[in-house]
């Protein structure tokens, strides 16, 4: 694995929250994501990148999780080949889909920068939940609609906007290819 050797300033980096680019979660309606995102991080050296990883807890009271697969051992939890220069086995790991826990609001505070820049998966989703606790939380979240989708397909992916629009404001969705001149 290559060490992330990018010049990040690191007074206010423009943090980009990557939410459950994991194997597991890859499908015809995800696959092109990852080098979408890897595009972005390339093209963008100022760009903090912060991964989370989804990792589920086995359950003993019989309920059905979803998940079950996506235990800590399991292949399906790495984060996507194609990520990997940029994650530097530095993902966050939650208990829970949705991206975020106190460990990710915790380096989000450290790295002192209001604004997330959230892709990933899914956008009915963890996208849109991660949106509303961040704004809950004090940040500015900008939801990046290009570099997010839904493993339930296209329709899955703009309903999830279209819910985020209504959530946390649709000034909060950029539309289009990110750099950080135009993302400013």
């Given at each position: 694995m290559t060490e992330n050797t990018r010049q990040i300033n690191t007074e206010m980096p423009e943090v980009f929250l990557?939410?459950?680019m994991q194997i597991g979660?890859?499908?015809n309606s995800t696959q092109e994501?990852?080098?979408r995102i890897r595009v972005a991080l390339s093209e963008n050296s100022g760009v903090y990148p912060i991964f989370t990883k989804f990792v589920s807890e086995p359950?003993?009271?019989?309920?059905l999780d979803p998940y079950l697969g996506m235990?800590?051992?399991?292949?399906?939890t790495l984060i996507c080949p194609e990520l990997l220069e940029f994650s530097s086995d530095k993902a966050i790991t939650t208990k829970n889909p949705m991206g975020l826990n106190l460990g990710v609001l915790e380096k989000l505070k450290s790295l002192n920068s209001k604004t997330v820049y959230l892709c990933?998966?899914?956008?009915d989703t963890s996208i849109i939940t991660a949106g509303q606790i961040l704004l809950?939380?004090?940040?500015?979240?900008?939801?990046?609609a290009d570099y997010c989708a839904s493993e339930n397909g296209s329709m899955a992916h703009f309903a999830g906007l279209s819910l985020i629009a209504r959530s946390i404001g649709s000034a909060q969705i950029y539309k289009g290819k990110y750099t950080q001149a135009r993302a400013n």
């Open positions: 990557i939410i459950n979660f890859m499908n994501l990852p080098e359950k003993d009271d019989g309920r235990q800590e051992a399991d292949p399906n990933g998966l899914s956008t809950e939380f004090g940040f500015n979240p900008i939801v990046l």
